[in-house]
């Protein structure tokens, strides 16, 4: 059996999820975590954020998509993998890198939830003041 060849391998990242995508020619599966989308991904959003970019440049069905992603919640791995999947497109076809990057889907996110201080019971709430 013949392993088929990658055409681009890129790397998304978003909050402290880690994804690494690979894209291949085929008829527009998605495969996560040798999961099916539906099956990892139970909300419709992250579905939609995922495959924001394919739709916005008219790629969906083109390519089977596969991607490994580790750290963090649904939410942020769902943007990580759009990540990943914007600059995977911007590989194979330069041409697309305008309408990507207008629709700001080759900027990494930087939020990231801040760390906890001590003498605080979180990053910003304090404890309760008394004066006696």
């Known amino acids: 059996m013949q392993k088929k060849k990658d055409l681009a391998v890129s790397v998304g990242r978003r909050k402290t999820s ?28 992250t579905k939609m954020i995922m495959r924001q970019p394919l739709e916005l440049t008219d790629m969906v069905g083109k390519y089977d998509i596969f991607a490994n992603v580790v750290g963090g919640g649904k939410s942020g791995q769902a943007g990580a993998i759009r990540l990943g999947i914007a600059r995977g497109l911007e590989k194979i076809n330069g041409d697309l890198r305008a309408p990507l990057k207008k629709a700001g889907m080759l900027t990494r996110d930087p939020r990231a939830v801040e760390r906890k201080k001590y003498g605080q019971p979180g990053a910003r709430k304090k404890f309760q003041f008394s004066k006696r």
Not at 18 to 37: D, E, L, P, S, T
């Open 18 to 45: 880690v994804a690494r995508v690979r894209f291949q020619k085929g008829k527009g599966m998605i495969i996560i975590n040798n999961c099916g989308i539906d099956n990892y991904f139970g909300r419709e959003t």
